[in-house]
């Protein structure tokens, strides 16, 4: 590893680091040295580091442009080791810690010789947008090849492959007032709000808060204006109403002023979050903020003028310069050239001079320039070049001087004969774009301020702007401004504030600037040297004005045909100048081309923020039954049934499970589930249904609404007897089905399929609260007070017996019946449904006593041959029967009648109940509507693929006449055959026929159309 | 993430604990028997869709689970009002601008007083 | 009463007359997640109050109000999301919806609590009777405390509903999200917050307040 040790670029005095607290850090392999303080960027500006990437497209070598989040070129990988890599970090908002170590995204053997730039150089011009479609199109085959090698060379960063170390976190946040950025307005409005006793909360994107105040020339109560903003941030700092968040970025606006704000906890101090008390805090947190109202304090980017090699190294915007100079003590070069259009940038040059280095020349625009800033660098000797502009920068790997001439704006045509000034830095300032970024996320479209020369933010209801974010630059506007809008959102809240009086600043005369974009040069734009709009996504003057005559009128066309404002850049340094470009060519206004629109996040945002803690076991809940304990201890294998872990089987481990089997070998699934479908149609199995979802229903109308919401008849049903019912949507589709019992007159318990539980009680609130509110009865859902065992098998009865004091005689408790009493001496509600087509008892007991009763069963069952099974084994028994699982056989567009099941459906209640009329319209009356139908394989050792389409001829022309699918289909260890359930158009007319399901290996399986009951037809053993 | 007032805990609500249903003042015909293929199917399928003030049907799923109408500009996505069943709109796209806050209250009242102790519903 | 009766309605007590093994819905998590132990460190403290007795009223609010008063000595709560409770604060009444109520008490008490509710209540059997209903969940829910100088952050990290004193004084309850579960959150004291929590969600939740309440050294109380 190479090692550089010399700051050549860093001043001795002045900035806000601490050059008695020396930090080392690694980019691109090399060592270098910087300060406390100090950003990514500035320290590699110190240390004379000029190339930091290569560019997206044409690999070109680009330097640091910027020096805060409009940052287009300066894109680094983070990262010692695998697990830490963050890619796409800008080396501008990343603050230095000792040992950081970064490296270019882009750049491929490396950024000083770079492989792609070979394209970059000879094939620039033939590379206008689309160029990559355009030419690597054909053969299509090969696109995903040829997109391999572009990929590589072009990157965008990577993700790390290895388990993140850190973690992360959310925070809901609320309060009156959310102020976005921390400078001059942003603190005053803070400070506004704050002291009414509002509830407040300030962020700032930026290491320290203070925004401009941080780097300015100006002083505020004759002071330095930081240390104005020092006493503020200070005072906030203790005030119990107020949250500050330095480091945290407002990333996205959302609806009804909730914000996300991303708070970078730990990301100053190293690459995973130094542990406190031995607990890692999160690395970063996502603040959800619902704000009543919000103030964009958000001040404003300065656009850099678009002219020739713009991009190569030592060109910077004339504020950065003067960032890095103020705030970092870092100057970026020797020799200034200042290309500008306002009054504003001239403190570049100020600042340049101040710093001890030479200042070429400024090169102004406008004619006779006369403001304050202008007579002091006048004043200072710098020579000052009107009504001209910098055409083209020379220099390949830096900047080795500035072509310069008159320019004729209005005409957009140079006017005069072209200089060359030696320098090594340009800097250029063509104006100030407010930071519309948020208020465009809510919806609002910019307008464009023709004094202001920029866009400035809509604002819906409940927003403000305050500042440079809305076009109000100088200092005192911008504090004034500040306090009054802090004062303006606090009353529409209904809250008084009185407004701050401001701190002494001197007036300044600024003269008008001038609105340039693009710098003409001798050539046309499409021959003059690059002309970069986008540095991010390589955009060219001349790429826009190709899209323009390619026939791209609307900005988001020529947006989405250039990728200008792409991705994680959004536009923010090349967005307005594109937008000019683009009126230019079209011989519009910019209003008329209006902008593009702004999506969050404002800045990339890692997955960890956004997961935040709902990852990895907290991803999504996972319920659990009252016996749960009991299924992991005994080894069950786990089925996700909606949120809920249902026992799917219970693989055993003994060696005796098959001859061959090694001691500690566990049976595989089909074992199991053969195991346990024999155990239960042979002896007694019990299955753990607590999951079913159970709704209390309780009125003197309870009856007629269960009359009303099912397609059944409840009018008869009996105080201690229990109802199968099928529960339709208005469209006369299945949407749910369970048992119902009738506890007493008034009083009924209703069971739902696992998954529909939910929905099902919404359902029947819905009914209840918006068709029939005069009726009298209440919903209460039970599914998690009750835990369900269903016992079942031709020794139920008797092992039940042993613990109970119900009665169990095959009279006195017959099929459809309930009873109440003790198990295991626990008062129980036992039912007598099956599901399983054998004898069976449903027992529901109050969940904290289940765990007693189920293992009381066991103590008794072994005799009996109790076999604990699964959800696998639940589903072969009741397919052997023909029960349907409504989501698994039905997909809301199957009818009660297609499942065959008219014998549920009351077609002479007398109200009209939910689903009846959609019974009778043509639709649901077609004959040859796809119905539920069983299906024999002729090969019995096949089991059909669920989903499996079924045609009636194997040999018609593809593509074949599907006339159904099917919809469950396992294998029966007691019909020694697979079977299965399915959906056949004309279905049940079809019986004995032979259909074929044809798979993707290239197998034609025959099957015979069957009754959907394959066990026990006539119900016998369910009834002894 | 809408902020949405929910008329029966008389307080905003953060949309997670909302579900929404669908277009409002969706009545069931009084005899569905009666209704024409046509009719019933339009009942069953057809509904508004308008770039504006639009009525909607919506549950607090987790927390009172009463279902409750909202009036929303499906533009700008503002809640206008949040109702409770049987209560008429003040917000419609005949008076984009609120009907008089007194009418609305008066029908309300109107509608209200035989129902004080029970459930309000009824959609129409 | 455990005999199937003819009336009405089935009101059943389902507590065993004779000592049996219960486990609360967080003795699988205690179970597998453990209990960190609560330490001077600890800026956060969970104890789980098992086994209270859990009814939802339903019904219209005067009457109900009423009856509460009679049998409990304390009435309903006045206002949405608040929450009345008695003297000794082991009985507490927490307004859910404009018709339903969750009245929680000491375990045991939720039976003979029904019983006398119904009895002054009447037997609302047809509809010219004012309907109520009464539904015992004990079985289907905890109850978990929440103390300590963190307690409000760790909600904030985990909740939507805003907790800020003001948002959020004593006496109030809500049925709010809860990471990506619902519960019920409730501040009987200035110091104390509970949750109501349902069965099937509290090994998530558990899980969850663990992990959230980690870097304030969070400690479950036995």
Redesign the interface.
């Known amino acids: 590893m190479s090692q550089s040790l010399k700051q050549p670029n860093r001043l001795h005095e002045g900035g806000r680091i601490d050059r008695s607290h020396t930090l080392s850090f690694t980019f691109n392999g090399t060592r270098y040295q910087g300060h406390a303080g100090d950003t990514l960027a500035s320290a590699l500006l110190s240390n004379g580091v000029d190339i930091v990437n290569r560019s997206f497209k044409y690999s070109r070598p680009r330097g640091i442009v910027a020096a805060g989040a409009e940052e287009p070129n300066a894109l680094v990988q983070l990262g010692s080791s695998e697990a830490a890599q963050v890619p796409n970090v800008r080396a501008t908002q990343q603050a230095l810690f000792e040992g950081l170590t970064a490296q270019s995204t882009n750049g491929w053997p490396n950024v000083q010789r770079d492989a792609m730039s070979l394209i970059g150089k000879l094939g620039g011009r033939f590379m206008p947008p689309g160029f990559y479609y355009k030419t690597f199109m054909a053969p299509a085959s090969m696109w995903m090849t040829y997109e391999k090698y572009i990929r590589k060379g072009a990157g965008l960063g990577r993700s790390p492959m290895e388990r993140d170390p850190d973690h992360y976190d959310h925070l809901h946040q609320h309060c009156d007032l959310l102020v976005i950025g921390a400078g001059p307005a942003g603190l005053m409005a803070g400070l506004t709000a704050a002291r009414s006793g509002a509830r407040v909360i300030l962020c700032d994107e930026q290491e320290e808060m203070g925004g401009s105040l941080l780097d300015s020339r100006e002083l505020l109560d004759h002071q330095p204006a930081y240390r104005w903003a020092e006493r503020v941030i200070d005072e906030l700092g203790r005030l119990d109403n107020v949250t500050l968040l330095p480091r945290t970025t407002a990333n996205g606006y959302h609806d009804h002023h909730f914000v996300t704000l991303h708070e970078r906890r730990t990301e100053h101090l190293g690459e995973t979050a130094p542990l406190v008390d031995g607990v890692r805090p999160a690395r970063s947190r996502m603040h959800r903020v619902r704000a009543g109202q919000v103030l964009l304090a958000t001040g404003a980017h300065e656009r850099p003028l678009v002219y020739g090699n713009n991009d190569v190294p030592g060109n910077l915007i004339a504020g950065a310069v003067s960032t890095y100079i103020r705030r970092y003590g870092v100057v970026p070069g020797e020799k200034l050239v200042l290309s500008t259009t306002n009054d504003h940038g001239y403190r570049a040059a100020l600042d340049w001079i101040d710093a001890g280095r030479e200042v070429v020349a400024i090169v102004d625009a406008r004619r006779n320039p006369d403001g304050d800033l202008v007579a002091e660098a006048r004043a200072r000797g710098i020579r000052i070049i009107d009504g001209a502009a910098v055409l083209e920068a020379r220099g390949e790997k830096r900047v080795s001087g500035a072509r310069v001439a008159a320019i004729d704006v209005a005409a957009f045509k140079v006017a005069g004969q072209a200089e060359t000034l030696a320098c090594d830095t340009i800097a250029s300032s063509g104006g100030y774009s407010p930071v519309i970024h948020l208020a465009s996320h809510t919806g609002a479209r910019p307008s464009w301020d023709d004094e202001l020369l920029g866009f400035v933010p809509s604002l819906v209801k409940g927003v403000h702007a305050a500042g440079s974010a809305r076009g109000v630059h100088g200092l005192a506007e911008g504090l004034a401004d500040g306090t009054a809008k802090a004062c303006e959102a606090l009353a529409a809240l209904g809250k008084s504030a009185d407004a701050i009086a401001l701190p002494q600043v001197d007036a300044r005369y600024e003269s008008t600037a001038c609105a340039l974009y693009q710098v003409p040069h001798e050539k046309p734009t499409l021959r003059a040297p690059k002309q970069f709009v986008d540095l991010q996504n390589d955009v060219t003057a001349a790429a826009i004005e190709l899209a323009t005559r390619e026939g791209f009128e609307s900005i988001e066309h020529v947006k989405r045909y250039t990728a200008m404002g792409f991705g994680t850049d959004q536009g923010k340094l090349g967005n307005i100048n594109g937008m000019a470009i683009a009126a230019r060519c079209l011989g519009k206004s910019i209003p008329e081309v209006g902008t593009t629109v702004f999506r969050p996040n404002y800045t990339p945002v890692t997955f960890g923020a956004i997961a935040g803690r709902h990852c990895r076991e907290l991803f999504e809940p996972k319920r659990y039954t009252a016996l749960h304990q009991w299924h992991v201890e005994h080894g069950a294998e786990f089925e996700d049934v909606g949120q809920w872990k249902r026992p799917w089987y219970f693989p055993q481990v003994r060696p005796q499970v098959r001859p061959d089997a090694t001691n500690g070998e566990r049976e595989s699934m089909a074992e199991a589930v053969a195991r346990e479908c024999l155990a239960v149609r042979e002896k007694v199995g019990i299955l753990d249904a607590s999951t079913l979802g159970k709704i209390d229903i309780q009125g003197p109308d309870a009856r007629e609404f269960l009359g009303r919401i099912y397609t059944n008849k409840w009018a008869k049903l009996a105080v201690g007897r229990a109802r199968y019912g099928l529960m339709c949507k208005d469209d006369g589709m299945l949407m749910d089905d369970g048992t119902t019992s009738c506890l007493a007159e008034n009083h009924f318990l209703m069971t739902t399929t696992t998954g529909g539980a939910a929905g099902v009680m919404e359902w029947l609130e819905l009914w209840h609260q918006t068709e029939w509110p005069e009726l009298d009865v209440t919903f209460t859902s039970v599914t998690d007070h009750w835990a369900t065992m269903t016992v079942t098998g031709p020794e139920a009865r008797k092992l039940l017996a042993e613990i109970t004091d119900i009665d169990l005689d095959r009279d006195a408790f017959q099929f459809m019946d309930w009873r109440q009493g003790k198990v295991a001496g626990v008062p129980v509600r036992v039912f007598r449904i099956s599901f399983t087509g054998e004898l069976a008892y449903e027992i529901n007991v109050q969940a904290n006593y289940a765990m007693h009763v189920w293992k009381t069963l066991f103590e008794h069952g072994d005799k009996y041959g109790l076999t604990p099974y699964g959800t696998e084994t639940m589903h072969v028994l009741r397919a052997e029967k023909g029960f349907i699982i409504a989501g698994q056989d039905t997909d809301g567009s199957v009818t009660p009648e297609d499942l065959g099941m008219q014998w549920a459906v009351g077609y002479d209640k007398p109200f009209p109940w939910v689903g009846k009329r959609a019974l009778s319209r043509s639709d649901t009356r077609r004959v040859d509507r796809k119905q539920l139908v069983g299906l024999k394989p002729k090969d019995p050792k096949v089991v059909l693929k669920e989903g499996a389409q079924i045609v009636l001829d194997p040999d018609h022309a593809i593509p074949m006449p599907m006339v159904g699918h099917v919809t469950s289909s396992y294998y029966s260890p007691t019909l020694e055959s697979g079977f299965a359930l399915a959906v056949v158009k004309g279905g049940h007319s079809r019986m004995g026929e032979t259909v074929y399901l044809p798979m993707a290996d290239g197998k034609t399986h025959a099957a015979e159309i069957v009754s959907t009951i394959f066990v026990d037809p006539k119900g016998a053993r369910q009834n002894v | 993430?809408?902020?949405i007032y929910c008329p029966?805990?008389?307080?905003h609500?953060?949309?997670?604990?909302f579900?929404p249903?669908g277009q409002a003042h969706i009545?069931?015909p009084e005899?569905?028997?009666a209704?024409s293929?046509e009719q019933?199917?339009d009942?069953?399928?057809f509904r508004d869709n308008p770039r504006g003030i639009h009525h909607e049907?919506w549950?607090h799923?987790?927390?009172?689970?009463?279902?409750f109408n909202i009036t929303r500009n499906t533009v700008?996505?503002?809640?206008l009002e949040t109702y409770k069943?049987?209560e008429a709109p003040r917000f419609t796209a005949e008076h984009p601008e609120g009907r008089p806050a007194e009418t609305v209250a008066a029908e309300r009242t109107a509608a209200g007083a035989d129902?004080v102790?029970?459930?309000?519903?009824?959609?129409a | 009463m455990s005999e199937q009766t003819a009336s009405w309605f089935n009101v059943y007590n389902v507590r065993p007359e004779t000592e049996v093994p219960t486990e609360s819905p967080l003795a699988w998590s205690c179970h597998h997640s453990g209990r960190p132990s609560v330490s001077e460190k600890s800026r956060v403290v969970l104890r789980e109050r098992a086994m209270l007795g859990h009814l939802i009223l339903r019904g219209g609010a005067i009457m109900l109000d009423e009856a509460v008063r009679e049998v409990l000595g304390f009435g309903l709560p006045g206002r949405p999301n608040t929450l009345t409770r008695d003297e000794s604060g082991e009985r507490s009444i927490q307004w859910l919806s404009p018709d339903e109520w969750l009245v929680i008490v000491p375990g045991g008490e939720e039976f003979d609590l029904e019983g006398k509710l119904r009895e002054a209540l009447g037997d609302a059997h047809d509809s010219s009777d004012n309907h109520y209903a009464i539904v015992n969940v004990s079985g289907g829910q905890t109850l978990l405390e929440l103390e300590g100088e963190c307690a409000r952050e760790l909600l904030m990290k985990s909740t939507p509903y805003d907790v800020h004193p003001d948002a959020f004084p004593v006496g109030k309850g809500v049925t709010t999200i809860f990471a990506k579960a619902s519960l019920i959150l409730r501040r009987p004291t200035e110091d104390r917050w509970e949750l109501v929590l349902r069965r099937s969600f509290a090994d998530y939740l558990y899980r969850w307040i663990l992990d959230a309440g980690r870097e304030y050294a969070i400690g479950v109380d036995a």
């Not at chain 2, 799923?61 to 279902?67: E, H, L, P, Y």
């Open positions: 993430m809408f902020h029966y805990c008389e307080e609500r953060e949309e997670e604990e579900h249903k009545a069931r005899d569905p028997e209704c293929d019933w199917g009942y069953l399928f049907l549950v799923a987790v927390g009172c689970r009463k279902f700008s996505y503002e809640i069943m049987g129902k102790e029970r459930q309000q519903g009824a959609k």
